[in-house]
């Protein structure tokens, strides 16, 4: 059974830093490649960002470059993603989620499996 537990949400202020970590099991990470997502308030879940199997080629939502970073430790069969600069406007339930396809993508239909999700909330 394949399982994907996010964690490491939680509320902060303007400007700070979170770092979510989404733990897998019931299959080897180095097999998938990864995808974050968000779903802000009222609104759609939205790609944020995504890493090869291997980690060499990553692919974030334009919004985000140069705040958010994405990593993987396959060792730990652990996914992260670390948010910097945090703005009131990345309120969100964030999702992380591994495909069987070699291509980063950021289309929600295409990802196998999925965590539960974990609330981001930034105060202004």
């Known amino acids: 059974q394949v399982q994907l537990v996010e964690s490491g949400g939680g509320l902060v202020q303007a400007g700070g830093s979170l770092r979510l970590s989404c733990a897998v099991s019931?299959?080897?990470?180095?097999?998938?490649?990864l995808g974050w997502f968000r779903r802000p308030p009222g609104k759609e879940r939205e790609f944020v960002a995504g890493?090869?199997?291997?980690?060499?080629?990553?692919r974030y939502a334009d919004s985000l470059k140069g705040r958010f970073t994405i990593s993987r430790d396959n060792a730990d069969n652990t996914a992260y993603l670390q948010m910097t600069s945090l703005k009131p406007e990345d309120t969100a339930v964030y999702y992380c989620?591994?495909?069987?396809?070699?291509?980063?993508?950021?289309?929600?239909?295409?990802?196998?499996?999925w965590g539960q999700g974990t609330q981001v909330t930034v105060s202004s």
């Open positions: 019931g299959r080897t990470l180095t097999t998938y490649t």
């Open positions: 989620a591994i495909r069987g396809g070699p291509v980063v993508q950021d289309t929600i239909g295409l990802y196998d499996y």
């Open positions: 890493l090869s199997r291997s980690g060499g080629s990553a």
